[in-house]
């Protein structure tokens, strides 16, 4: 869920500084989006530290959840040589 806010707050920013560079001010579109990442990036880095760090946490989690399960045989042959490995102690 942090990743969702950490997002949707990061679109808000960018959004907040290239409308009005388009709209207003009449720049280039890919000028104002440019500006717009850069401010984005460099906002939520300066003051969203935090809610970065919870968010990358929420990811790596959601993939280390789906990762591949490893079977009986697997985990055998694991201990097998962690056994060998450590001179059959």
């Known amino acids: 869920m942090q990743f969702l806010k950490f997002s949707l707050i990061r679109l808000v920013i960018f959004f907040v500084v290239f ?16 500006v717009g990442l850069v401010f984005a990036f460099a906002l939520s880095y300066l003051f969203l530290n935090k809610m970065r760090l919870a968010a990358s946490a929420d990811v790596q989690q ?3 959840s789906r990762g591949p399960k490893k079977s ?4 055998d042959d694991e201990e097998a040589e962690d056994r060998f490995l450590d001179g059959g102690k």
């Open 19 to 34: 409308l009005p560079l388009v709209y207003f001010l009449r720049w280039p579109v890919f000028t104002a989006g440019l």
């Open 62 to 64: 959601m993939f280390a």
């Open 72 to 75: 009986k045989h697997d985990l």
